[in-house]
């Protein structure tokens, strides 16, 4: 399937042309290859959370993205407010994506622990808050890549009735 893709990166210079976005390059490169997932919107907006629950409620509502990673924004800074909007804009937590993502990430960046990114659903999409960091973006989505086709299968049709944990063997 082509999954629609959402990119959002926090930042306050990214807005203004004042830096590349090197992390949404990583998000978009790998999910093209490893996903098929086809970018349906990206979009830099700074640390306000009302501009953040704008963008993540415009990608799922208007541009129905299947799955939308932030970059940025999820760190212990009063102005890290990513994991706070992405809550107050989803349905239901999914905290498995982001509990990987820490877990793979803990031996090698013990600092990943300050991290405080969450994973949740907003209807049928999926919303991932990564690190901003290039490398540890890259690795965040090594992490959780594989299991990223069924669960977006199973959010896409759940009249199945077929859930892919049933299927898993013991």
Known sequence: MNW????LSICDRGPRGQLEDTSAQVIREMVEEELQGEVVEYRIVPYEKPEI?????EMTDYFQADLILTTGG???SPR????????DVSDRLAPG????????????HPQIIRTR??????GKALIIN?????TLVHKSLVAILPALPDTLLELNNPA????TLDTLSP
Request: hydrophobic share 45%; no cysteine; proline share 9%.
């Open 80 to 87: 890290d407010v990513v994991p706070e909007a992405t809550q």
């Open 130 to 134: 990564l690190p901003a960091e290039p």
């Open 53 to 57: 629950m704008a963008a993540l409620i």
């Open 97 to 108: 994506f982001a509990e990987a993502i820490r877990q793979s990430l803990l031996p090698t």
């Open 4 to 7: 629609k893709i959402g990119i």
């Open 117 to 122: 990114g969450i994973s949740s659903l907003r």
């Open 74 to 76: 999820i760190g212990l």
């Open 160 to 163: 199945t009735g077929q859930h």
